[in-house]
């Protein structure tokens, strides 16, 4: 019988310093680990302060995340976050970005995830040139329907750069890719 857990994971302590994983153990496959390095070491060339807030989440970690975005802000639980089962965080391939400036534009200074993260330096630099690190936005705004998640402009899912390229430059989310390349039911 196999791991529960993906058998690459690994710690990006080892790879990224605290001022972008703010303390935090944050697990990421391997796969992705890489080009998440390079990516980070590309938002800091262009003077930026990346965060990484979020990387995999087993089934219970997605449970207590869940449970604490209900119990902190329950009209907005089911924007920041999803039920266990159903997150992309349990892949072991997705990331949440933050951005020190996403305070000040929210004007609250305990905020985590808010959709103006588009706003800041760090979204806007993200959503230019995440793809070419092999990294797509899950949840698009004009995808709601089709993604069934309301837009994350801080969640994007390694899916490799040649992919990642093609999704941009189709301007579609990865679910509508995946539905228009295999017949129903499928379930992305």
Do not use: N
């Not at 262009?46 to 979020?54: E, V, Y």
């Not at 905020?111 to 103006?116: D, Q, R, S, Y």
């Amino acid at each position: 019988m196999g791991s529960l857990f993906p058998e690459d994971l690994v710690d990006l302590a080892d790879y990224l310093p605290v001022s972008v994983t703010l303390g935090y153990q944050t697990m990421l496959r391997e796969i992705a680990a890489v080009p998440l390095t390079e990516l980070i070491e590309a938002m800091w060339d262009a003077g930026l302060s990346p965060q990484i807030l979020s990387g995999y989440r087993d089934h219970i970690a997605q449970r207590i995340s869940w449970q604490k975005w209900l119990d902190r802000e329950p009209d907005r639980a089911a924007i920041i976050s999803v039920t266990p089962g159903h997150s992309e965080h349990q892949l072991g391939t997705t990331v949440d970005f933050g951005s020190p400036e996403l305070a000040s534009i929210v004007g609250d200074d305990d905020i985590e995830f808010h959709t103006w993260f588009y706003q800041t330096s760090e979204g806007k630099w993200l959503e230019e040139h995440a793809h070419e690190y092999g990294f797509t936005l899950s949840y698009p705004l004009e995808a709601r329907e089709i993604t069934g998640f309301y837009y994350e402009p801080w969640h994007f899912r390694y899916v490799g750069a040649e992919l990642a390229t093609e999704l941009k430059e189709a301007g579609i989310s990865l679910t509508q890719y995946l539905l228009d390349q295999y017949a129903p039911p499928c379930d992305p």
